[in-house]
């Protein structure tokens, strides 16, 4: 009876268009998109040769493992948790195609083993950390120690050289031919990128993902097995670590203990970057791949500019840092102005 | 008698007295391997020196842990420290060593002062905020060093005398290093703020209505965890001579490690500087050993994945343990009022 | 008898505070005097909480005055208001479970010795005095973590007494107690009155608040409303006042239905240390009322049905088949929806958008080859926000901006999408304006016509017997009464919710 009532009066209306497109415009994933533009802009007109298809091809190269890692790594860290120990795991995915192939293993039989090793990596993570209940910081740091340690373990200093030139070359072949701009190992990229806009975005799993990283409980509450989806999310990042370590092996023909050292810091600080919060709940993967790009272009450009590699680590810090503390600082002062809102209204 | 009993048995399952009794079973084994591990001219030097930069870094780490924030810059804090103290003597020929000390530990506070405010002022997670300065302060010292490094021969002999030196047998570095631990032992032990730390990591909210200063308090283990490093930073000087750019780079995760293992719990509220300082002195211990027992010494990163996983996984164990005891008693106490009711 | 004589100790006049847009209280007043036990009573969003937290230092006025023993005080932080004398002891204590009871009584203020080192020894001391004082025996050098709700308050006091505190707050005390405890509670209440302190005591059980206090203040919609000589008036007069109306309102349930089938069966249900033997049955078109006290497992006997917390023993049918335990999946697979008690940390994701809020448990049935849009979550909503006029300015703001009345609804509309056999509603209009209360019993009631099954948990006496077809009365874990809808009295059901076992 009652809930027939007319709904037009009380039911919100639709969103209008004015008000998505202000979400559209002002949002942390076009902030963060902006930003990319002004980088790049910048970059072209101050940095010779910064806009050549040879410098986009090496940056996408530069970038490519940690584009690939972000991807997961955003899920993981949208449901509240980090995974430290993703560079560890491209070691030692690294490490597990140079020793078998040391032992006369054919490459593709050594990369899907690698892949095995990344699943079983990530699995452990998760088991600890969702039928533990262990904090996956704590978890990740140690398994960034173990499995970096028994990769480094396995070959020691040494260095395993001398891939077949059919895979060495395969990921750095160019889509169109010489001089352009694109690398076919791209399309790795795209394939899983979409695969994860989807996941994310456009579906129920997306949707418990975001749920859980804002409020476990009441997400338990309406059906969402946190423990379950993050177990495989830790599966996610542990699996695209060891393909990011197939990609790097190869593309150096150099499979070490030591590949990759540090990576994981820049995975954490791209993501953040990119708009996600590192409390969980919110952040997009539109962002995050450009936050990847915002870092990767500076990074190139700051190195075709002759900058040490090493200010470009302190310009990544600084990126970091001030990604984070300027919403900080936009809150205070929104809460600030609201106060004397509230106190001039009271007077 | 009880009580000496239950004192007895309260000290067994701490947390400290397994990390030590792990210490000696180490160096027991090494020394059946090779009795120069701990007897030989400089086994018994080593076994005190080698852990000494590391504790600094481990009760540093801890005491920032013990309120629920963490410092991974300290590595950088340590390296930035170090080469700052090399170069002040390289480009400053007869400065006074005990004022180089002093600046160069100074530095080391200043750089915690910088986390600390970014920290609590700005409200950011520590975590990412000290993964920031861990890049800016390396890159500012790789960016300073370049591929240059201070060498023995920079450096004036009353300076490295204090990394060879030793007092009553007791090397210098390990002095100042137990110095250093037994004033931050009391301060979180005996001091009012000290235990504030402790309420803060245990319940953040409850601090905060409580109406302690956490702001302060966060601000302040900042300060003194560079502090810390800052010293580690010029023992590291004062010992190897030799100071590049990478100098204490990776140690942020020993030093976690340290703590973690030493039974500082990573969300914060328990855990003692003693257990961090043992779990620094095993972590060194441990790497010192491998070698010696026939292990490549490539392996002690792993050893140490293996022990922080593993001491995790223990305090869960005797936490659920714990909990499950507690909520029987409390099963059988209100059984026992509804018996006395009826 | 004390009002007029002796000056307040702490009086409260036209405090306001405003949060955004919102205003928690309007005009908050209150005198309290020295050695009197005063019970702040309103219903849940009258202001009291609001009110606390500004005498507790917690929030600042934005107008009215603060007067503590005569003197103007305007408190910035609950150091400033304990330093003053104000102790609060809030509805969930507020301690360090990793530290020791002693230092959480002596916690910023530890007895030291000379160079101020902190003092274990006679700090452990001193606790147990106090404990002595409190007539309970608790080991002071124990860690505070597992302590039982009763003996974390009676340490919240200790630490009020070691302040010696003028003015006690109590937030609800005794909602977790049982009755021994409440008994002890109540005797260390009037002696700290009798010592002269002053204490407000914030209750909504009737017979706590007679038994105790000697002055009451009534608070409504954010606002005072009146004070009184605890033996010049009744509950019903100060219900009356409570709630702005008579107490008897009709509530909109649609009498002499027949129900149909069984749709929940509960058969011995048990869970060591919060229920045990629990059978029962919801039918078809019925709503079957949960009673009982706060804290004697009415909640838990719910998340145990629905799988989000595991039980020992016994079983649970819906339409007759089994349901799998532990697992809250199947449960809405099956037709089961919960709308829980705490609906800013349960029932909904309050930073959350309204639209997904109302779509989380749909999700998968909303997507179309696996995908969904939030185009398609928007209708959905749409719906659904029509259906129960749940008045938010867009379905795309964050749940958590919305009015408590609306929140609920929202967590309705959620649970009313996925079309369930059985709804459990966990205190369905607590903290919401009488409004929005009615169109929750008028929902509940067409829903029960349309032959849904509600289980429906209240600590409302009026409302389970307004609103139920069968009382199921809870009491310490186990069912102690059941009543038909002519049966049920409250007199019935609060014997069978309160009395002890020798009465059994």
Redesign the interface.
């Known amino acids: 009876?009652?809930?027939t009532?007319e709904?037009t009066t009380?039911?919100?209306?639709?969103?209008s268009v004015g008000?998505r497109l202000r979400?559209l415009l002002f949002g942390r994933s076009a902030a963060i998109i902006a930003l990319l533009v002004i980088v790049w802009i910048i970059a072209s007109v101050s940095v010779d040769n910064f806009n050549t298809p040879n410098t986009l091809y090496f940056l996408i190269l530069d970038v490519f493992p940690v584009l690939l890692i972000a991807l997961p790594m955003t899920f993981v860290i949208i449901t509240g948790e980090?995974d430290l120990s993703v560079a560890s795991m491209v070691g030692l995915s690294s490490v597990t195609i140079g020793a078998l192939f040391q032992a006369g293993v054919p490459v593709p039989a050594a990369v899907a083993a690698a892949l095995v090793v990344g699943i079983v990596g990530g699995a452990v993570n998760g088991f600890?950390v969702t039928a533990?209940?262990?904090?996956s910081?704590?978890?990740t740091?140690?398994?960034?120690?173990?499995?970096?340690?028994?990769a480094?373990?396995i070959l020691?200093?040494t260095a395993v050289t001398g891939f077949p030139d059919v895979f060495t070359d395969l990921v750095k072949e160019r889509l169109f031919g010489r001089g352009t701009a694109i690398p076919t190992v791209l399309i790795v990229f795209i394939v899983l990128a979409i695969i994860a806009i989807?996941i994310l975005h456009?579906?129920?799993t997306g949707?418990?993902t975001?749920?859980i990283g804002?409020?476990k409980?009441?997400?338990?509450?309406?059906?969402?097995?946190a423990g379950r989806l993050k177990f495989w999310f830790f599966v996610a990042t542990g699996t695209v670590s060891a393909l990011a370590g197939v990609f790097w092996t190869l593309r150096y023909d150099s499979a070490r203990?030591d590949n990759a050292m540090g990576l994981e810091?820049v995975v954490?600080?791209a993501v953040?970057v990119g708009g996600v919060s590192?409390?969980g709940?919110r952040g997009s993967l539109v962002g995050v791949i450009a936050g990847v790009l915002v870092i990767g272009a500076l990074r190139s450009a700051l190195r075709l500019a002759d900058v040490?590699?090493?200010?470009?680590?302190?310009?990544?810090?600084?990126l970091?840092?001030v990604s984070?503390?300027v919403p900080?600082?936009i809150t205070a002062i929104q809460r600030l102005v609201?106060r004397r809102r509230?106190?001039a209204?009271?007077? | 008698m009880s009580a000496t009993t239950s004192r007895l048995a309260a000290l067994v399952k701490r947390r400290e007295t397994s990390v030590a009794l792990a210490v000696i079973v180490v160096i027991v084994i090494a020394t059946l391997f090779n009795s120069n591990f701990a007897f030989g001219s400089d086994g018994f030097r080593n076994l005190l020196l080698t852990p000494s930069i590391l504790v600094l870094l481990a009760i540093a780490q801890a005491v920032v842990v013990i309120t629920r924030n963490i410092d991974l810059s300290v590595s950088a804090v340590l390296g930035l420290s170090a080469y700052a103290t090399g170069r002040m003597f390289t480009d400053w020929p007869g400065a006074p060593t005990i004022l180089v000390i002093v600046l160069g530990i100074l530095l080391g506070t200043g750089l915690g002062v910088i986390n600390g405010l970014l920290v609590s002022v700005a409200k950011v997670p520590a975590l990412v905020i000290t993964l920031g300065t861990l890049y800016i302060y390396r890159g500012i010292d790789i960016a300073w060093a370049g591929s240059t490094r201070i060498n023995a021969s920079d450096l004036p002999s009353d300076f490295t005398a204090i990394g060879t030196g030793s007092l009553f047998g007791i090397p210098w570095l390990t002095v100042i290093a137990l110095i250093a631990f037994a004033v931050l032992a009391y301060y979180l032990g005996y001091a009012r703020s000290g235990r504030d730390l402790y309420a803060i990591g245990s319940n953040p909210d409850a601090a905060e209505l409580y109406g302690l200063p956490v702001a302060r308090r966060v601000f302040g283990t900042f300060v003194i965890s560079g502090t810390l490093s800052g010293i580690a930073g010029v023992m590291y000087a004062a010992r190897y001579a030799t100071v590049s750019a990478t100098a204490g780079s990776g140690m942020e995760l020993d030093s976690v490690a340290a703590a973690v293992i030493g039974g500082v719990a990573i969300f914060g509220g328990s855990g003692t500087v003693l257990g961090a300082a043992l779990g620094a002195v095993l972590l060194s211990t441990i790497n010192r050993a491998l070698p010696t027992v026939g292990i490549q010494d490539f392996w002690q990163q792993a050893v140490v994945g293996a022990l922080i996983i593993g001491a995790i996984v223990l305090d869960r164990v005797l936490y659920t343990r714990a909990q499950r005891a507690l909520t029987k008693e409390r099963q059988s106490s209100s059984s026992e009022r509804e018996g006395a009711r009826s | 008898m004390t009002i007029p004589d002796t000056p307040p100790v702490l009086e409260l006049r036209d405090v306001r505070k405003t949060f955004g847009s919102v205003v928690a209280l309007d005009s908050g007043s209150l005198a309290l005097s020295p050695g009197s036990i005063h019970a702040l009573v309103g219903e849940n969003g009258a202001g009291k909480s609001t009110l606390v937290k500004v005498i507790a230092g917690v929030h600042r006025r934005d107008s009215g005055s603060v007067t503590l023993a005569g003197s103007e005080v305007d408190f910035g932080s609950t150091a400033d208001a304990k330093d003053a004398g104000i102790a609060v002891i809030y509805q969930e204590p507020t301690l360090f479970p990793d530290l020791t009871v002693a230092e959480n009584v002596f916690m910023g203020r530890h007895p030291v010795r000379a160079g101020g080192a902190i003092d274990r020894h006679v700090m452990n001391e001193q606790t147990s005095a106090l404990f002595e004082r409190l007539g309970v025996s608790i080991d002071p050098s124990r860690q505070a973590l597992g302590l039982s709700i009763a003996d974390q308050q009676i340490l919240e006091i200790a630490k009020a007494i070691s302040l010696d505190a003028r003015v006690l707050v109590m937030d609800e005390p005794t909602a977790a107690l049982s009755g021994i405890e409440v008994k002890r509670l109540f005797t260390i209440a009037r002696a700290l009155r009798d010592e002269g302190r002053g204490i407000i005591f914030i209750s909504h059980r009737f017979d706590e608040i007679f038994d105790l206090c000697d002055t009451v203040t009534v608070m409504r919609d954010g606002a005072y409303i009146s004070t009184h000589n605890i033996d010049d008036v009744t509950p019903a007069e100060i219900v009356t006042r409570m709630v702005g109306r008579d107490v008897d309102t009709l509530f909109p349930k649609t009498e002499g239905t027949q129900p149909g089938d069984v749709v929940l069966s509960v058969e011995n249900l048990g869970s060591p240390g919060t229920f045990s033997g629990i059978t029962f049955t919801v039918r078809e078109r019925e709503i079957v009322g949960l009673a009982g006290l706060v804290g004697a497992g009415r909640s838990e006997i719910a998340r145990a049905i629905f799988g989000i917390d595991d039980y020992a023993s016994g079983v649970v049918r819906i339409d007759g088949n089994m349901l799998a335990k532990g697992n809250p999946r199947k449960a809405i697979a099956a037709g089961i929806g919960l709308v829980p008690e705490d609906r800013r940390q349960q029932g909904l994701i309050v930073d959350m958008s309204v639209a997904r809020n109302m779509t989380l448990v749909i999700r998968r049935s909303l997507a179309k080859w696996g995908l969904m849009s939030s185009r398609s979550e928007y209708d959905r909503a749409h719906d659904g926000a029509a259906k129960l006029r749940v008045k938010a300015g867009s379905l795309e703001s964050d749940a958590g901006t919305m009015s408590g009345g609306n929140q609920q609804k929202v967590v309705l509309a959620k649970w009313l999408a996925t079309n369930p056999r059985l709804l459990i509603v966990d205190e369905p209009t607590r903290g919401i304006d009488v409004g929005t209360k009615a169109e929750v019993h008028r929902l509940l009631d067409e829903l029960a016509q349309e032959g849904m099954a509600i289980l429906m948990i209240s600590s409302e006496l009026p409302e389970v017997l307004g609103m139920s077809d069968r009382v199921l009365v809870v009491r310490e874990g186990r069912l102690t009464a059941e009543f038909s809808r002519d049966e049920a009295t409250s007199e019935a059901v609060m014997t069978a919710a309160t009395r002890t076992e020798e009465a059994a």
Do not use: C, H, K, W
């Open positions: 009876m009652t809930r009532l709904a009380t039911a919100p209306a639709a969103p008000t979400t980090i600890l533990l209940g262990l904090p910081l704590a978890v740091i140690g398994s960034l120690a173990l499995y970096r340690g028994i480094v373990g020691g200093t989807v456009f579906t129920g949707r418990s975001y749920a804002l409020n409980e009441a997400s338990a509450f309406s059906g969402i097995n203990g810091l954490v600080a953040l590192i409390f709940g040490s590699s090493d200010v470009i680590n302190v310009a990544t810090g600084l970091l840092v984070v503390i900080s600082i609201q509230a106190a209204a009271a007077s």
